[in-house]
């Protein structure tokens, strides 16, 4: 009986699926104008901006001249690669991108995460607007203003000077420089970052709350057993994506605050290529680097999602 049961179940499951997936490519057909209108325009900008560029990418393997273009430019296969393999500059450049972005992720990941478990823990909406407020806020400020109030503020003559009662120079520092860039950046984005949080952590079950309270967990048993595992999948897309970018770092506020003086820190692969491409005008040699920075992220993206899918029962992108 039991058998005879479990294939007409699973039968009249699938019938189902079958019979939604029907109405619904029914419904798309009917209204195929409404579709178009709304999905045509985002998918020709995704096009002719994201795609079309792509072609760009056959310059590293050239020596590009802007007189023959791409396609009758000199084919050169690695050299360019090999070139920035080989370059002195190389190890220095990687490390420091590397470091910039590895303290970035320490601080930028979990701050936004706690940020987020101590903003659901106000219960004043009034309050908790205002607070909310004041965190967003900094995420709305240029990069090259809060560039321009880094400077101003680290200055000999600073308000951070005046307060230490010292004149000292902090930007032409190699030391403070990732301090600088790092803390900078988390403060910008800390506020932001955390909304995706706190909107998974509203949507958490009130009731597990009440029941942990009634069985005597205090605020951190709370958080752990409740309000965590309400954000997990979150968290861990958060972090997969963040991996996956390790390697892009924001060149504008890198060069902006760059100084001669502090180059042998704060010069990334990004104010690399910058330099290279558009200063120097070796458009070839700057792809093939910017190529080298986009093969790492993709790279690190697929084996940091392998890693999460293993230690969290397959569960990744």
Not at 236 to 264: C, H, R, W, Y
């Amino acid at each position: 009986m039991t058998k005879s049961i479990l294939p007409n179940a699973n039968e009249s499951e699938t019938n189902k699926k079958k019979s939604k997936m029907h109405s619904n490519l029914k419904y798309i057909k009917k209204n195929y104008q409404l579709y178009l209108f709304f999905t045509l325009p985002p998918l020709l900008l995704l096009i002719i901006f994201k795609y079309i560029p792509m072609g760009g990418v056959l310059i590293a393997f050239e020596d590009y001249s802007a007189i023959l273009g791409t396609l009758h430019s000199q084919w050169v296969g690695l050299k360019h690669f090999e070139r920035f393999l080989a370059s002195p500059d190389f190890m220095n450049l990687l490390m420091n991108t590397l470091k910039v972005s590895l303290y970035g992720l320490l601080w930028g990941f979990p701050l936004p995460i706690i940020l987020a478990l101590l903003l659901s823990r106000i219960k004043n909406v009034g309050i908790k607007k205002k607070v909310q407020l004041i965190l967003y806020a900094p995420n709305f400020i240029s990069v090259i203003v809060i560039s321009g109030m880094i400077i101003i503020f680290l200055s000999p003559i600073g308000p951070v000077n005046q307060f230490l009662g010292t004149a000292v120079n902090f930007m032409t520092m190699p030391s403070a420089f990732r301090t600088i860039y790092v803390a900078s950046s988390v403060w910008q984005a800390t506020g932001w970052a955390s909304i995706i949080y706190t909107a998974a952590l509203s949507s958490a079950s009130q009731e597990l709350t009440e029941a942990a309270v009634i069985d005597g967990a205090n605020i951190f048993q709370q958080i752990l057993n409740v309000d965590l595992p309400a954000i997990k999948p979150i968290m861990v897309i958060q972090f997969i994506l963040s991996a996956g970018n390790i390697m892009s770092v924001g060149f504008e506020k890198a060069l902006a605050l760059q100084t001669d003086l502090n180059l042998p820190t704060s010069e990334i692969l990004p104010t690399y290529v910058y330099k290279m491409g558009l200063l120097n005008g070796d458009y070839s040699f700057s792809t093939a680097v910017g190529l080298f920075n986009s093969v790492i992220n993709i790279v690190l993206l697929i084996v940091v999602n392998s890693i999460v899918k293993k230690l969290n029962e397959g569960e990744g992108i």
